[in-house]
């Protein structure tokens, strides 16, 4: 993690614009009001793991905005994974509040108005993830923000406390190392977010976003099994298929086409990879459940304009 801006470096009049300037720009663009500006201190941390952002901040008391105004000056498309390390900060979306308290997680949608209220000692972590990997395991994200992940509850212990160790390695670890830790750390997002979604909610589609978190959990979780079929998802998501289908399709796809558009993605993401240049194409098809490489050449290039062994081939030449 690299320390982007500390106030010990500036002068007292002069901190939280620079705070703000250097937070706009990093984390995301807002609304601020220290509690007291001559005092204000605050230092912030970013790196990356993968496709990741990771911004870590320390801030004195402060309210922030994040307006209608800012929501559509956005320029990129992610979901905000917040784990508080210490402090308190209440948040405030979607009309709903959270107060959190050291170790809680929050989702925030930054394509989405919100308010936030930073006490003394508040130390931030905020894992920047794109909003479709997030999508791709949890489904759409609206009814999931602004509710508390308190690591008492098993699910939510395990996603916080990986968290709290990535700005630790981030940076450090290898190219293979990278991809593999990212896909467990959305992995352990999505399970803790699942957990959100169970119980009693205010919203009658709680039931039907929780199943779908299950449905797309099973498939990710089964992908590189050959068996996989919509039965097998079904079961392990303890619905029925056609239940399973009806929620899909409510997204424009199917247990089939859901199970095949991500297998698809990681034989891409494999075929693109340099430590994974002595695999074969066929082995690598194989490896994610295709056993019929004429149908998987087709479909492949169907999705991506390139047959396997182009994109492999291109992919050597970069």
């Known amino acids: 993690?690299?320390?982007?801006?500390?106030?010990?470096?500036?002068?007292?009049?002069?901190?939280?614009?620079?705070?703000?300037?250097?937070?706009?720009?990093?984390?995301?663009?807002?609304?601020?009001?220290?509690?007291?500006?001559?005092?204000?201190?605050?230092?912030?941390?970013?790196?990356?793991?993968?496709?990741?952002?990771?911004?870590?901040?320390?801030t004195a008391p402060m309210r922030v905005s994040h307006t209608r105004y800012h929501c559509a000056r956005m320029q990129s498309d992610e979901a905000f994974v917040c784990r508080l390390i210490s402090g308190q900060l209440v948040l405030e979306q979607a009309g709903r509040e959270v107060v959190m308290e050291a170790g809680d997680m929050a989702l925030l949608d930054p394509l989405l108005p919100y308010e936030g209220k930073f006490s003394a000692g508040v130390k931030l972590l905020v894992l920047k993830a794109p909003r479709r990997s997030m999508e791709a395991r949890v489904g759409r994200i609206t009814d999931m923000v602004t509710r508390t992940m308190k690591p008492a509850e098993a699910e939510h212990g395990l996603a916080s406390a990986f968290l709290a160790m990535l700005p630790d390695y981030a940076g450090q670890l290898g190219t293979v190392a990278i991809e593999t830790v990212k896909n467990q750390t959305l992995d352990l997002v999505a399970i803790s977010l699942a957990k959100t979604q169970e119980g009693p909610r205010p919203y009658l589609s709680s039931a039907k976003a929780s199943a779908l978190i299950n449905v797309r959990a099973a498939i990710e979780a089964r992908l590189a099994d050959p068996r996989l079929d919509a039965e097998m998802v079904a079961t392990a998501a303890g619905v029925s298929v056609r239940y399973a289908n009806a929620l899909l399709a409510q997204e424009g796809t199917s247990i089939a086409r859901l199970v095949q558009s991500r297998r698809l993605d990681r034989c891409h993401k494999a075929l693109k990879d340099p430590l994974q240049a002595h695999r074969t194409v066929t082995e690598i098809a194989s490896s994610w459940g295709f056993s019929d490489m004429t149908h998987f050449g087709r479909r492949f290039k169907a999705a991506y304009g390139v047959l396997p062994s182009e994109l492999r081939r291109l992919s050597k030449q970069n």
């Not at 690299?2 to 007292?12: C, D, G, I, M, Y």
């Not at 901190?15 to 007291?36: G, M, Q, S």
């Open 1 to 58: 993690m690299e320390r982007l801006f500390s106030t010990a470096q500036v002068h007292p009049r002069d901190r939280f614009d620079y705070w703000h300037n250097v937070a706009c720009k990093n984390l995301i663009i807002h609304d601020a009001t220290p509690e007291c500006r001559p005092t204000f201190q605050a230092e912030l941390h970013a790196g990356a793991l993968a496709d990741l952002g990771l911004v870590l901040f320390k």
